[in-house]
């Protein structure tokens, strides 16, 4: 009985996904014109976040970008409707928009409310996190031939949070995966190989050890290439994975992975172009939504000193723009901070250099 | 004797490649009599590289007898009278077992490990004089929980398209590893241990493993302990590799975080390791990745032998032949040193045979 339940309900879920014909609904949208103003919800965030954010509403206004802001900041007090600092109205305002922009947030420490990203997360139904990893031109790093997108899903697997004490000094972690969001996240790293012309999507997975789990990803992600002859398909164990990655991370194109190899390789990947404050990221959530957010911390000691990097905020928001098929601007504001940056004469701390950011910002401006 | 972080160093500094022994080594009676290995040569570029260790032996007239073993990653267990020869030598030179992917089929390399109790998993990962890669200064030592934690196998199907798999973290095994690892950085003259975890996400699973490695800590007081989160040590392993000593992990950390610090090392074809426990150890190459190898590899022999020579050296210096370990270890840097010899990832096209000939040869 329970289990004609579940089947009934993962159809209607996928007769969801599936019935806008392989296009993703973010098309659909009436404002997909581009004289139409778009509105876009951006939540600055603590430490650096204003500063940066405020050098990406400066370069969209230089380049013209038909987007306009809705801030909303992380409140003092909890919410209780949200359970976090996170009002309700924010999250509303990003489930009308389908569009955002988060600089970094720090999570308060304390009890009695979620943190930030995780409420994001449940509440916006954020599936899959994308990150293009690209060596930037100018800024050496030991890799200069990386590009790669790893897309990782980001409901379940490890991150369940179901752990419990079965006897003291025995601890279980429960590790989920269900069909239903593998094929999600498959579907969604197809897509985005074939709207990006990726030739080649890699599944990443440890099914020789963890057969039921990591097999049945697999299993869905098989399904999904057989829909979309032209992508090759190719699945790697983990640890090949990594020993290739860190030898020749040009084998690599389009990586989809579940939640917990994707955090490691995410991040490796994130190392191997120069760190996490040059890295651009993407959160996709159901019917369209997404979520480009800067994934470095945020910085409090350098806060309101005009020292910090917008160029992970930056990147981040050339991918909402590529999202809304915004693809001239996002080519302008991207080729930009690029050149930038190769340029070589205005490089904030981190990189080397010891420009302000409104120097490095007014010098993206001047590129455009 | 010089600690094996300086030999690197004075091997580079001296023109020469000469064991640095000062004071030497006095057996007791009988020492020399040969002890009995067992070999499992494995699937795939196994016999290759494990004949090329018998080569070397033999060429060295080191006291180690060989038990052959045939056994093929896709047999449903360990057939018995392996298991009977490795418990009775107590130490096992292996090659690579293929792990076949779905089939029900459980894991050989697993099977080995959980009968015989090898909790821990060693790799030594250093940068090899001569061999170019774009990380210097790297001298890791990944010890790896071998028994549990996400390879525990205990998954079920709840209900059509719903997978479950269970992680299982112990305060008994977590505590034991801990211990192999601050004891062989005391024994081998490591400055600091780092724990290697994602407690932020998985609070009570590798809370608990961080809990039992902070008690071990306090009971070495000369040694430095930290502690960091997986990803960003993935990152900080590509990036800045200088800076980790010794690192203790629970399985499935262990696994990434290992053949990545191999990969920027120099690759998993010349890192050694193995797997011990408290009454048997066996020697295999360190990173599991490409232990098995391509079929073009098998067919044209051009597997790199070099993780399991040094991997030999290893067993012999536990074996307590350190003479014989030390020339192995010699002749094996000396050819990679020279270039002339190398097989294809290390950026050359010589076979298998070739270096194995360019080994005995440079044996003095």
């Known amino acids: ?368 | 004797m010089a600690s094996r972080r300086a030999q690197p160093l004075l091997r580079r500094l001296s023109a020469q490649l000469t064991p640095t022994r000062s004071v030497t080594y006095m057996p007791r009676p009988g020492d020399g009599a040969p002890r009995t290995v067992t070999l499992i040569p494995g699937d795939g570029i196994g016999p290759l590289v494990t004949g090329a260790v018998e080569q070397v032996m033999d060429a060295m007239h080191a006291p180690v007898i060989f038990e052959k073993f045939d056994c093929h990653g896709d047999m449903k267990v360990v057939p018995p009278q392996v298991m009977e020869s490795i418990k009775r030598n107590k130490v096992c030179l292996k090659g690579g077992l293929m792990t076949p992917m779905g089939g029900g089929v459980s894991s050989l390399n697993l099977q080995l490990r959980k009968e015989l109790d090898l909790y821990a998993s060693l790799v030594n990962c250093f940068n090899l004089p001569g061999l170019p890669t774009r990380h210097d200064n790297v001298d890791i030592v990944v010890i790896r929980e071998n028994t549990e934690g996400e390879y525990a196998g205990l998954e079920h199907e709840v209900v059509p398209g719903v997978v479950e798999s269970l992680k299982v973290i112990t305060k008994f095994c977590s505590e034991r590893i801990a211990k192999y690892a601050f004891e062989y950085a005391y024994l081998n003259n490591r400055r600091m241990v780092t724990a290697v975890h994602k407690a932020n996400i998985m609070k009570l699973a590798d809370g608990l493993f961080l809990e039992s490695c902070r008690e071990v800590a306090s009971k070495y007081p000369g040694i430095k302990y930290n502690e960091i989160i997986v990803d960003n040590c993935c990152m900080q392993l590509v990036s800045k590799p200088e800076q980790f000593d010794v690192m203790v992990t629970p399985n499935l950390y262990g696994n990434l975080v290992a053949n990545t610090a191999a990969g920027i090392a120099g690759g998993t074809g010349v890192m050694p390791g193995g797997n011990v426990g408290a009454d048997h150890a066996i020697f295999e190459q360190g990173a599991s990745a490409g232990n098995v190898g391509k079929t073009e590899l098998v067919e044209q022999k051009k597997a790199n032998p070099v993780a399991l020579l040094l991997s030999s050296a290893m067993m012999l210096r536990h074996l307590q032949f350190p003479s014989f370990a030390d020339r192995l270890e010699t002749a094996v840097e000396s050819v990679i040193l020279e270039g002339k010899y190398r097989t294809k990832d290390l950026g050359g096209s010589s076979t298998t045979q070739e270096v194995v000939d360019a080994v005995i040869a440079k044996l003095d």
């Open chain 1, 1 to 368: 009985m329970a289990s004609r339940i579940v089947k009934r309900v993962l159809q209607n879920r996928a007769g969801n996904i599936f019935s806008a014909g392989g296009a993703f609904p973010s098309i659909q949208r009436s404002f997909s014109s581009s004289s139409d103003l778009i509105t876009a919800t951006l939540f600055p965030g603590d430490g650096i976040g204003p500063e940066i954010a405020e050098s990406v509403k400066q370069v969209f206004r230089i380049a013209e970008v038909p987007i306009q802001w809705e801030e909303h900041f992380v409140g003092t007090e909890v919410d209780p409707r949200t359970q976090s600092f996170l009002t309700w109205e924010s999250l509303e305002s990003v489930r009308r928009n389908k569009i955002g922009l988060k600089g970094p947030m720090a999570t308060p420490i304390g009890k009695g409310h979620r943190s930030l990203n995780l409420t994001l997360r449940k509440e916006l139904n954020l599936y899959a996190n994308v990150r293009p990893c690209y060596s930037l031109p100018g800024y050496k790093t030991r890799y200069d031939d990386v590009d790669l997108v790893t897309i990782r899903e980001n409901t379940e697997g490890e991150y369940s949070g179901l752990e419990h004490q079965v006897v003291r000094g025995v601890v279980e972690s429960i590790k989920i995966i269900t069909r239903q969001a593998s094929l999600r996240v498959a579907e969604y790293a197809f897509h985005y190989a074939k709207a990006h012309g990726r030739e080649r999507v890699s599944a990443i997975h440890k099914a020789n050890i963890m057969q039921k789990t990591d097999g049945l990803f697999l299993k869905c992600c098989r399904e999904v290439a057989e829909k979309y002859p032209e992508i090759k398909y190719e699945e790697v164990v983990i640890d090949n994975c990594c020993m290739m990655l860190v030898k020749n991370p040009a084998l690599f194109d389009v990586l989809v992975m579940p939640n917990l190899y994707g955090d490691i390789i995410s991040d490796l990947c994130a190392g191997l172009i120069g760190g996490l404050g040059l890295t651009p990221s993407c959160n996709i959530g159901e019917g369209g939504v997404a979520l480009a957010e800067a994934v470095h911390g945020s910085a409090p000691d350098i806060a309101g000193k005009n020292k910090a990097n917008p160029t992970a905020l930056l990147l981040s928001s050339v991918s909402m723009l590529r999202h809304l098929e915004l693809h001239d601007k996002a080519d302008r504001i991207q080729n930009a901070i690029l050149d930038t940056i190769a340029e070589g004469k205005y490089r904030t701390a981190d990189l080397g250099g010891s420009s302000s950011t409104s120097d490095f910002t007014k010098a993206i401006c001047d590129h455009l």
